[in-house]
């Protein structure tokens, strides 16, 4: 990753472009290259200039935003999108199709930005395979911050890289939880492990339903009864119960 991260935005809202790209001053890391109102011009400046960051309106004056994200799997599949608008709630589903981007809402939120910011500071060092080295078994309080252990269904001893997991689900077929990876593969726990002896293991691991725990490093979107993850846990749809929803939204909105 270059020292600067490179920042494009497409809008035809001359307002929110100016405040955007002043927020985005503040942050030393980041260079806006500049701006375009119109899905042609402004997709054929990302295949040109290959931005990091792409802040993206939906309705534009030549056509519908998310059109883009299609053309940039092509020519710049490592940019990250930030939908930028102010009807994502109307666009959510479309949105999710297209790798489920992240999203701004207008008019800008400095605190939601900077929300936006760190997620995609944190989606480059994953891709770019930049995890935190693992400290010496001799130091169990510091490794458990990096790492999950676990017996499995079958009596092996399985370790997996805490950003490895997505999200824990219980299969009431085995009467058992598993482990989501981000390869798609279940890693089902001991028969007896409890939804507490999961959460123990880490902050980052939170209980949205009695029969889901999720990785909150990876959670995206918010809904009623309902959450959705990050790439590459974008999609499973996962539940969110009543008695949890408070307090997994108290834990959101401090991300």
């Not at 701004?104 to 939120?109: C, T």
């Not at 490093?217 to 590459?232: A, E, K, N, V």
Request: negative net charge; charged residues 25%; glycine residues 4%.
């Amino acid at each position: 990753m270059s020292s600067k991260t490179k920042v494009f935005i497409i809008d035809d809202d001359k307002a929110s472009v100016e405040k955007l790209c002043e927020v985005l001053s503040d942050y030393p890391d980041l260079v806006v290259m500049g701006s375009s109102g119109m899905c042609e011009s402004g997709c054929e400046t990302v295949a040109d200039i290959k931005p990091d960051l792409l802040f993206l309106d939906i309705e534009l004056p030549d056509g519908n935003g998310l059109d883009v994200i299609d053309s940039l799997k092509a020519s710049s599949a490592d940019t990250y999108v930030v939908v930028f608008t102010a009807y994502y709630p109307k666009y959510k589903e479309e949105a999710f199709k297209k790798d489920e981007p992240d999203y701004l809402l207008k008019p800008i939120s400095e605190f939601e930005l900077d929300k936006v910011i760190k997620r995609y500071r944190r989606h480059r060092l994953l891709s770019a395979g930049n995890v935190v080295e693992e400290v010496p078994v001799a130091q169990p309080s510091a490794k458990r911050s990096e790492v999950f252990t676990a017996t499995t269904y079958t009596n092996e001893l399985r370790v997996m890289r805490l950003t490895d997991i997505g999200f824990f689900k219980y299969s009431k077929k085995r009467k058992v939880w598993e482990a989501v990876l981000a390869d798609h593969s279940c890693v089902q726990l001991k028969r007896g492990t409890s939804a507490s002896d999961i959460l123990r293991y880490s902050h980052h691991f939170m209980q949205t339903h009695q029969s889901c725990i999720v990785n909150m490093q990876y959670l995206f979107f918010l809904g009623q009864d309902s959450c959705r993850l990050m790439p590459p846990f974008n999609e499973d749809l996962l539940p969110i119960g009543g008695t949890y929803g408070r307090k997994l939204r108290s834990y959101f909105q401090e991300i």
